[in-house]
Structure formats: structure tokens, C-alpha cells
């Protein structure tokens, strides 16, 4: 017998990715920030309910990777998009000049690097995008505000201060505030952007935790600079440079038997 | 494994450093397998002593780089080759450890003959000699294969097991034989025995070496692979 301590370059094993279903399928996706080609030809799979980590050095493209699935970068004129991200179960191109950048961001929701509440109440922050989406009975609101506040682990910290400014709460709270503000959406795919990189280590861990737990309900897209961070927290990692894919696999091979040596470079912290 | 360099000097400097204890482990291991062999075919005291206190210095080193071992994990939090390096080294150093015990059973069985040699028929077995250069030639062959950490050469040395214990078990059907012989043999025979098996398991620990040596080069796993398995798995690579 033998054991590879990943998978990945062993011809008996078998890839244990077979079984578990895709959530969002990137083909040959190339995007374009004017004449500058910042992504090249990226294709990855996003398993369903599983975290995929994003690594790489700065200006790697793997923000603007990140982006491309809620299509931020719209906001902008001179960017363009080749390729296709198709979100499954109904293999929906969202990248499609068809596809209103608005139901995207119903179905795929977004933490930012910096805690981004809306300069109003607690309650106000998670509830304004469920009156946007037409639930108008404050009953259901209420509900679904708490729902949402629990899953995010922040409901015991809030629930005598509902009424209270969002910008009292702290840095880790506001985060986790953010993460039922999406979650409020009830999203099929959660982008965050460096979610933690604004916060202490205690408040880290807990959005790692948090970020754990939510997989059990959506599939995840986290971006980090921290290694460990995506060692911790992620099932699959996907490491890129200069725009392009490098090498992507599940964490545990990444981390251990990484196949090319610009990613082995990478991890041990070896890249000039 | 990657060989270029970090962009901390001062990690570089540390990987390379626990490198050369490692080997300068081996190497005093390696001595003390020499010197316990040639106290029990001499039979030699002054000789099994210095091997038997020289294990007090093996468990030192022991422990002090299981400490290096440990603050590097907690320091640097390793990933990759750098990680498999650090994790082959600390399973390299409870092999050496254990091989250190081992030579010191060895000397301990010198010095009990020296006593009784004048008064006992004690059998001398050219299998024993040759099982322990055997198995001395495969410490030797690991210790080489870790310091460039080469796969191929490690495999080899896994090949190698299967030739001492072999070794041992004709060992011990000759010991047998002497010991129905003529009961006066048992004491010193099963003495004989002893050292045998310590040189077999000798042998164990060597090829275990070879085994952290390609989990470190090449991340697979072979503890419990055949020869076979081994030589193909390396040679995919």
C-alpha cells in the first residue's frame, strides 16, 4: 500500500473530487481592465458546498478572479470579460450581457476586506435587502433577520441592541454583521475578499469558524493573503500568478505534495 | 523539494541547520554500531563501554532536536517540502534513537561474554558478522540517501531489509541446532539471539529511514509498501 499525502501525481488513487457536486464552472475565463489582460484563461471548478481558497501574491488577479462572480467589475467602463462562469444547478452563464448583474448578486453574495456596514441600525443592515427583494411583512422581516444573525454567529451579542448603530458594534462584529447581511439573501455561492485581514486574532478565528460552519448551507470563495488561513478553512485551493492558474487541487495536496514548483515556491515562502 | 531560497535567510539557515544535526545524529550512531559490533566479536569492555555511556550523548541529541523540531513547527509554521523535511527529520531521529539502543544491547552482550568466555563454549557465527555489516551498510546507505535526499537510492536500501532478516532467521535455526546439541550453549546461544535480533531490527530502523527519506523527497507515503511498491512509486516520480 501506498499513501501519497495528497492524492494528486499518484496514479491509484482516486481523486475524491468525483462525487461532490459543482457549484459554479469557470471556462477559459480571460478578463480584461482596458488593453491590460489581468486574467488569463482561468477554468476551475467550484464544488458545491465547499471552501475554495484563492492564493497568491499581490496583483496575482485573484480579487479581480474573485470579482468577476458578482460582476463588480460592470461598474466600470473598458473592462470586459471572456469565457464563461455557469452556475449550476441551471448551468446559468453569469457573465452574459443577458444576465442582469442584479440577479447575479441575488444569488452570489459578497464580504469585503474592510467591515462595510450601512450607516444605519443593526436590524436595518440585514433587513434593507430582504424590503429590496418585496418581503414586506415585518413579522417575516423580523424572522428572517434573526435567522440570519444566529447563522452568522452574532445574534447573542445583538439581540438586546437591535436598534443600536451598526458602527458601535466591533471590527469582528461588523464583519459577521456583513456575513448575515449577505446571508439574509439567501445566497447559492459567498464571496469574501480578505474577510479578515482588518481583524485581531480572536476575531479572526471566529470568522474562520464562521466560514466552516456556513458551508453546510453554501459553497464559499474566499480570498486571503494569509496561507495558513487558507490552510485552515479551505477544501480546495486554487494558487495563481501573474493572472493565470498555476495550480489548483484540494488543500491538504497543496499544502503537503504541491505538483508545480512556482506553487512549492509560493507556500514555503520561498518567492522573490 | 524546492531548493531555492526563502526569503528569510535566517529559515534557510535553520532548515540547513537541522539538516546537518541530523547527520552528525547519524553519524555518531553510526560509530556507535561499529564499535558495539567489533566489542562483541572481540570481545572487547573498554570498547562496549564507551558505546554503552555514548548512548547518554545519542539521547541528548534526541531530545535537543525533537525541541528544534517542535519550535520550527510553532516558528515557521512549514508547508510543502519544508514541512515533510521537518517532519521526516523528527522520525528520523526516534529511528537513530532507537538504533543507539540497540548497539548498546549489542555491547552489553560483549561485555557478558568477556566475562564468561573463559568458562563457556560460546558459538561464533560468521552469519552474525555478516548480518551486521549488513545492516551497518544499510545505516550507512540511508544516512547517504537522507543527506541528498534521493528517492532511488532509498528505495534500494528497502530492498536491502529483506536480505538481514532472512539473515536472522538462519541465525537462529543454526543457534537451535547448537542449543540441542549441547545444552551447555543455551546461555551464551540465546545471548547470540539477542544480538541478532538487535541487528535485524537494526536493519528495521535503517530501512525505515530510507522510507522518511522519500516521504521527504517525494511526499508519498511507503511505510507499509512492498519492495515492490516502493520501486515502482519512486520510479513514477
Excluded at chain 1, 102 to 129: C, H, L
Excluded at chain 1, 209 to 236: F, G, P, W
Excluded at chain 2, 104 to 121: C, E, M, P
Aim: aromatic share 6%; with cysteine; net charge negative.
Amino acid at each position: 500500500m501506498i499513501v501519497n499525502s495528497a492524492d494528486a501525481g499518484n496514479l491509484d488513487a482516486q481523486p475524491h473530487t468525483e462525487a461532490i457536486p459543482i457549484k459554479a464552472e469557470v471556462n477559459k475565463l480571460s478578463f480584461y481592465y482596458g488593453d491590460f489582460r489581468s486574467l488569463k484563461d482561468i477554468s476551475l471548478s467550484v464544488h458545491s458546498n465547499r471552501v475554495t481558497a484563492l492564493i497568491g501574491p499581490s496583483g496575482c488577479g485573484k480579487s479581480t478572479f474573485l470579482r468577476c462572480f458578482n460582476r463588480i467589475h460592470d461598474l466600470y467602463p473598458g473592462n470586459r470579460y471572456e469565457g464563461s462562469i455557469r452556475l449550476h444547478p441551471d448551468n446559468v452563464d453569469i457573465l452574459s450581457r443577458e444576465v442582469d448583474p442584479i440577479d447575479v448578486r441575488m444569488r452570489i453574495g459578497m464580504v469585503f476586506q474592510k467591515p462595510s456596514p450601512f450607516p444605519t441600525t443593526i436590524f436595518e443592515n440585514v433587513a434593507y435587502g430582504l424590503r429590496l427583494r418585496g418581503l414586506a411583512s415585518r413579522a417575516a422581516v423580523a424572522d428572517k433577520v434573526e435567522q440570519s444573525l444566529r447563522a452568522a454567529a452574532l445574534w447573542d451579542e445583538v439581540k438586546d441592541r437591535l436598534d443600536e448603530l451598526a458602527s458601535n458594534l466591533s471590527g469582528g462584529q461588523q464583519q459577521r454583521l456583513c456575513i448575515a447581511r449577505a446571508l439574509a439573501a439567501d445566497p447559492e455561492l459567498l464571496l469574501f475578499d480578505e474577510p479578515t485581514s482588518a481583524l485581531d486574532p480572536i476575531a479572526t478565528a471566529s470568522i474562520e469558524e464562521l466560514i466552516s460552519s456556513l458551508k453546510e448551507t453554501v459553497s464559499i470563495l474566499i480570498v486571503t493573503h494569509n496561507m495558513q488561513q487558507a490552510a485552515r478553512c479551505s477544501d480546495y485551493t486554487a494558487f495563481l500568478y501573474l493572472g493565470e492558474l498555476v495550480e489548483f487541487g484540494e488543500t491538504d495536496q497543496i499544502f503537503i505534495r504541491p505538483a508545480t514548483r512556482q506553487t512549492e515556491d509560493y507556500i514555503t515562502g520561498r518567492f522573490g | 523539494m524546492s531548493n531555492g531560497e526563502h526569503l528569510s535567510k535566517q529559515y534557510d539557515h535553520e532548515l540547513e541547520e537541522l539538516r546537518a544535526r541530523i547527520l552528525h545524529m547519524g553519524g555518531v550512531v553510526e560509530a556507535q554500531l561499529q564499535s558495539a559490533i567489533a566489542s562483541y566479536e572481540r570481545p572487547d569492555v573498554k570498547l562496549a563501554d564507551d558505546v554503552i555511556d555514548s548512548d547518554r550523548r545519542v539521547n541528548e541529541q534526541q531530545v535537543e532536536l525533537d525541541r528544534v523540531v517542535v519550535n520550527m513547527i510553532v516558528r515557521r509554521q512549514p508547508t510543502a517540502g519544508d514541512l515533510r523535511l521537518i517532519i521526516g527529520v523528527a522520525r528520523t531521529v526516534t529511528e537513530l534513537e532507537r538504533i543507539g539502543d540497540e548497539a548498546t544491547k549489542i555491547a552489553r552482550a560483549g561485555k557478558w561474554l568477556f566475562d564468561k568466555q573463559r568458562s563457556v563454549r560460546t558459538p561464533r557465527l560468521r552469519e552474525i558478522h555478516s548480518s551486521a555489516l549488513a545492516a551497518a551498510r544499510m545505516l550507512r546507505g540511508a544516512l547517504d540517501a537522507f543527506a541528498r535526499l534521493d528517492a532511488a537510492a532509498a528505495a534500494a536500501i528497502i530492498e536491502e531489509d529483506r536480505g538481514v532478516d532472512q539473515q536472522f532467521q538462519s541465525i537462529l535455526r543454526q543457534l537451535i541446532t547448537f542449543m540441542m546439541e549441547d545444552p551447555r550453549t543455551i546461555s551464551p546461544s540465546l545471548d547470540a539471539v539477542w544480538v541478532a535480533k538487535a541487528i535485524e531490527r537494526i536493519g528495521d530502523h535503517a530501512k525505515n529511514i530510507a522510507e522518511h527519506v522519500i516521504f521527504i523527497a517525494q511526499g508519498a507515503d511507503v511505510r507499509h509498501a512492498t519492495p515492490e511498491e516502493v520501486a515502482r512509486a519512486v520510479s513514477q516520480e
